[in-house]
Each structure stands twice: as structure tokens, then as C-alpha cells.
């Protein structure tokens, strides 16, 4: 694996966090390949998406254009350091992710987790040699619920993580301080602390 190739994969996932979080749908064209194959699987009722979905403009309408149109405020994290992101074969293989953000029609924050399953087609790399998705599969193993009418506990649990690439030890320092907060409004956050994929 080169340096090149693992940039490269880097780029295409830091292109589609901000293709999802920022409701950019035009950018998820850059990171996968007009073929490419979006699954799912849900171990949770909380949530629903089209198990899958075929081509670049079929996954910009579920992962972007649907999602933003429920959800805002979004911010999805690696549980990982971008600079130790392991590749195998062109494969990214159960990268874990945490997801906080908010629904506004029901006053409620989201957040929950799961793994991401990322096959890169180096075989047909386009004219500026960029390697692109050519098959995405997401795991959300929790996706919890929470009464938050003003976004208060939004701000908090977004607040003080470094985004995308969010290094496990730090996810848990910062839930586990907010979870032994006295009035326990967020002992909820000690189960996302350490999410168990």
C-alpha cells in the first residue's frame, strides 16, 4: 500500500463526510464511481434506509439529499486517526463511526454508531488518477433518540471532538467527563463512549 494510494482513500472519505454533514450532494460524485454500490445493514429500528442503493446520483439522493432533508447539524466521526487508517487490498474493512446530529421535526438529538465498509476500485482509476468507491456498505449497530427541543445537548455532545478523524481515547475522555456530570443529563454518553461494534 502506498502513501499515494492511502491518501487518496482519505480524500475520498473526508470528500463524503462533507458530501452527508454538509448536504453537498454534487461532492459524492468526486468520491465514488458512477456504478458504485451503497448497502445497508440495521441492527436498530430507530432508523430506516433503502438496503441498497446503484450508481453515484441513486447514493447522493439516500446519503445526502433524503438524509438532509430529515436531519441537521450533522456531524459523522472516524473513531480513528486519519493517519492510521489501515487498507487492504483496496479494502476498508469496519472503520468505526459515531454519529451525532439533529431531527428537527421531532426536537430530538440523534446519535448513534456503527462500522463502514468502504472497496475502492483501483483498477479504474480516472484521468487525474483518483481511485474511487466502488462499493460502500454502512453497519448502524445504535441509533438512539433523545428529547433535546433546543439543541442543547446537540452543542454539548459535539463540543470539544476533533472532526472527522476522532481518536477513540479522546471520544471516551470527553463522554466520560460528560457522563459524570452531577445532574446526569448525560449518562447516556458513557454508552457512546466506548460503542461496542
Not at 482513500?9 to 465514488?32: G, V
Not at 474511487?132 to 438512539?144: G, K, L
Not at 443529563?185 to 458513557?190: D, I, K, L, M
Request: some cysteine; aromatic content about 10%; charged content about 20%.
Amino acid at each position: 500500500m502506498t502513501d499515494s494510494l492511502l491518501a487518496q482513500y482519505r480524500h475520498a472519505l473526508d470528500t463524503y463526510i462533507d458530501a452527508k454533514d454538509n448536504t453537498k450532494p454534487q461532492r459524492i460524485h468526486e468520491a465514488f464511481a458512477p456504478d458504485a454500490v451503497l448497502t445497508f445493514s440495521l441492527a436498530t429500528q430507530n432508523i430506516a434506509f433503502p438496503a441498497r442503493s446503484v450508481g453515484a446520483a441513486a447514493i447522493a439522493q439516500t446519503l445526502v439529499s433524503d438524509f438532509g432533508a430529515r436531519y441537521s447539524r450533522c456531524r459523522t466521526y472516524y473513531l480513528c486517526e486519519a493517519a492510521t487508517l489501515v487498507a487492504h487490498d483496496g479494502v476498508i474493512d469496519a472503520l468505526p463511526w459515531l454519529v451525532v446530529m439533529r431531527e428537527p421535526a421531532a426536537g430530538a438529538l440523534r446519535i448513534g454508531h456503527g462500522t463502514y465498509r468502504w472497496v475502492f476500485d483501483e483498477a479504474r482509476a480516472d484521468a487525474d488518477h483518483a481511485t474511487r468507491v466502488a462499493q460502500f456498505h454502512i453497519h448502524i449497530a445504535r441509533m438512539d433518540v433523545i428529547d433535546d427541543p433546543d439543541g442543547a445537548k446537540l452543542e454539548r455532545l459535539q463540543s470539544g471532538l476533533s472532526y472527522p478523524w476522532l481518536a477513540p481515547a479522546d471520544l471516551a475522555a470527553r463522554y466520560d467527563a460528560l457522563a459524570g456530570e452531577a445532574a446526569g443529563e448525560f449518562a447516556f454518553a458513557r454508552e457512546f463512549a466506548r460503542p461496542a461494534l
